[in-house]
């Protein structure tokens, strides 16, 4: 296994919330799932348990729903070779006003030698 360097693996995970966001505004089920390793499981507010197949199924219906922006900000990474965790914020705007915001938790596992989500929980700030 290479050495582990933490500070390329943040670089790496700063790209992939950059596709991430990409695909999720474009609604390219297919992009983001492509960020998900093939175990990986979410965890959205007040539902169950998605693998990345139902999570693909959502991000295809988000064009329809106004959403202009979105944006991901890791605010801490850290881990092992094995695993790396990020704790981030995430914003989410029809073009002028934010519509959610939040706090994730992500966790980040190697599949065939790419960091790849695997698992991954999200709640809201929003008071609704």
């Given amino acids: 296994m290479p050495d582990f360097d ?4 943040k670089a ?3 790209h992939n919330n950059e596709k991430y966001a990409r695909a999720f505004l474009k609604g390219d089920a297919t992009g983001f799932i492509e960020l998900h390793h093939s ?3 979410s965890m959205p507010p007040n539902e169950g348990v998605k693998d990345s197949r139902e999570m693909g199924e959502f ?5 329809a729903k106004g959403i202009k922006s979105y944006a991901l900000q890791a605010l801490e ?5 094995g695993e790396v965790i990020e704790r981030g ?4 705007g029809d073009g002028v006003h934010t519509i959610d915001h939040g706090k994730f938790i992500a966790i980040w596992k190697q599949e065939k030698g ?9 709640n809201s700030d929003s008071v609704q």
């Fill in 12 to 14: 790496t995970i700063q």
């Fill in 89 to 92: 914020t995430y914003e989410v």
């Fill in 77 to 81: 990474v850290f881990g092992g070779p």
């Fill in 59 to 63: 991000i295809r219906t988000i064009p």
């Fill in 114 to 122: 790419r960091w790849k989500i695997y698992r991954s929980i999200w």
């Fill in 6 to 9: 933490l500070k390329k693996i």
């Fill in 39 to 41: 175990r990986s499981i």
